[in-house]
């Protein structure tokens, strides 16, 4: 068996190493259509939140839980007009670009922050009445 020479060995290892590492690096997903608009998303993702501590907060046993969060989660998509496989792909859209993801759940949690807040004063404010 003959040597390569090792100008032709190191340019077949460089083109390997190439061929190697963008075979690893993922594909850019195509943006999905319709993409959900990083306010719309933000919105739903709040009231998917709330809708989650509602029924946590009902206490009901787990079947009953998911079935009360599934007509919750359908009445969401109807009132913003949505259907769950265009809500699901831009949730995905999202999740797969970190400083999207990042942007919209920060939104999110400083709304809900600001709600907690919120009922946290007027519950104290209620208190005070009372005594």
């Known amino acids: ?38 306010a719309k998303m933000v919105a739903m993702l709040i009231q998917v939140h709330l809708n989650e501590s509602r029924v946590d907060a009902a206490a009901l046993p787990p079947d009953s839980a998911r079935a009360a969060f599934n007509l919750l989660q359908r009445q969401l998509l109807t009132r913003y007009n949505v259907t769950d496989t265009i809500f699901q792909r831009s949730y995905r859209y999202y999740a797969i670009h970190d400083k999207d993801l990042d942007d919209i759940y920060g939104a999110v949690i400083d709304s809900l922050s600001a709600r907690e807040a919120k009922l946290g004063a007027k519950d104290q404010a209620e208190e005070a009445k009372r005594r």
């Open 1 to 38: 068996m003959k040597k390569l020479p090792a100008s032709l060995l190191s340019t077949l290892s460089l083109l390997l190493a190439l061929v190697f590492t963008q075979c690893q690096r993922p594909e850019e997903p195509l943006v999905p259509q319709p993409l959900l608009p990083k």
